[in-house]
């Protein structure tokens, strides 16, 4: 299945509009080169542990995440 950035973002409880995505992004850049992204302390434990599964797992999600990495950095 194709998810959107949008909808990983209303997955991981965030606003998921064009503002509200942009506004997140901008307030936890740069996230450091060496914190794996779901360590980063701006997470709530779900958020976090939904971010883990995804990716050992190689799940649908996985791909944006690794996106949603990118982004923060």
Do not use: C, Y
């Not at 299945?1 to 949008?6: E, I, L, S």
């Not at 909808?7 to 914190?35: N, V």
């Amino acid at each position: 299945m194709n998810h959107t950035f949008a909808e990983l973002f209303k997955q991981l409880g965030l606003a998921s509009d064009q503002m509200g995505m942009e506004s997140f992004l901008r307030a936890h850049q740069p996230l450091h080169a060496a914190t794996r992204l779901e360590d980063a302390v701006f997470w709530t434990p779900s958020q976090s542990f939904f971010i883990t599964e995804q990716t050992v797992q190689d799940a649908d999600w996985a791909e944006l995440i690794d996106q949603l990495s990118l982004a923060l950095r």
